[in-house]
Structures are given as C-alpha cells and as structure tokens.
C-alpha cells in the first residue's frame, strides 16, 4: 500500500450467504460465544480489508479534525462508526463482501482504524487550499481532481495526495468549476510570487 505497510491476509473473500447463515445461527448462540465468534470473523474481516487495499494502492491519512481516513481509488472514505456511512460499507462490500452493520464487521473496522492511526501520520488531509511546512508550496484542489501547485517560480499540476508534500486537499463544498478555481489560483500565483520575490529582496539587504 502506498505509503503504509499494513498487514495483508490470504483469506478468500466472503459471501454473504454464508454471513447471512452465521447471523441466523448466531442468534441461537450464548453472548459469549457469539462474543467469540465475532473477534475471529473480525480479524478475519480485517485481513482481507488489508490485502484489498494494499492491491488497491490505498494510503491512510488524517484529517485537520483528527479524523481518520482512508484514500482508495480516488475517493477519500471517512473510518468512523457512522451506520450511513455509504462509502465505507461499500468498500466492506467490495472487500469483504459484508454490510457494516455486523458485530464482526465492527471488529474490523476498528481494527483498521487502530492500524491507520499508526499509518497516517505520512500523509494530511486538508480543506479547500493547503501551504507546505516550509511555505514554499501552494496546492489548490481542481474540479478534475488533481491540485494545482504554486510556487515562486510558477504553476503546475500535481496528484492529489501523490505530490512533494503527501498533501490531500479538497473543497469545503464540494467540486468547483475549473474556471473559477483556475482564477484564484493565478491571482494566488501572482500575488505569491511577488511576496517570495520581496522576502528575498530583504533577506539579501
């Protein structure tokens, strides 16, 4: 996985026939036991969450909130115990083969949380614009996805997430137009150019 190294497993995905027949069977089970049984299927769970995002090239990051993330196949899914959080139960689905409702699939979500809270630290997430750590960089987020850099020298186009800074940036309110973003990013440019240039008239006197 890009930027992680999380544990992946060997586990065949699961169908969801047989979760369906575990549920009814584990209903006739003791608390403990059922207790038990859905540690096993989360670590399980958990597993293959692993190995389907380490194919996918997925990158743990966290939020300006503290939040954690996952980034997979262009989209950013929030791991958080939210039952509508469609994203994340479309990912268990396609990984897993399994709904987030489950005492199991808790299991495993709270597993990978534990193992992105040691792995985001690579990249940051943050909202509508983003300066590097030295403030040398400037990234504004593009309607297409990717971000616009600025420096003193100029503009280019860089990947969201996958640039010099490990930076993932969004808008607050969703995508904008190109135009309208491409706009305030050359005045941006402009004007951080001039302020670059000036430091470096000072710094020379």
């Known amino acids: 996985m890009a930027g992680t190294e999380g544990n992946s497993g060997s586990l ?12 009814r069977n584990t209903a006739k089970q003791p608390r403990k036991t059922q207790r038990s049984d859905a540690e096993r299927r989360g670590y399980r769970y958990a597993q293959t969450l692993h190995k389907y995002l380490k194919s996918k090239g997925g990158v743990f990051l966290r939020g300006e909130d503290g939040g954690l993330h996952v980034l997979v196949d262009g989209r950013r899914i929030p791991l ?3 039952k509508d959080n469609e994203l994340l139960a479309s990912l268990m689905l396609e ?19 534990v193992s992105a809270l040691r792995e985001a630290g690579r990249m940051h997430f943050k909202h509508f614009s983003a300066l590097s750590s030295g403030g040398q960089r400037l990234y504004i987020p593009l309607a297409d996805g990717q971000l616009l850099q600025i420096t003193s020298q100029g503009t280019q186009l860089v990947s969201n997430g996958n640039n010099d800074d490990s930076l993932w940036v969004e808008h ?29 008239v000072r710094h020379r006197r």
């Open 95 to 113: 990984a897993c083969g399994v709904s987030t409702l489950s005492m199991a699939a808790q299991v495993a979500l709270q597993r990978l949380r």
């Open 12 to 23: 065949e995905r699961s169908h969801s026939p047989e979760v369906d027949s575990d549920t």
């Open 172 to 200: 607050p309110y969703g995508t904008r137009s190109n135009s309208l973003l491409a706009t305030y990013a050359r005045h941006s440019a402009t004007l951080s150019a001039c302020l670059w240039r000036r430091k470096r």
């Open 80 to 82: 958080n115990y939210d």
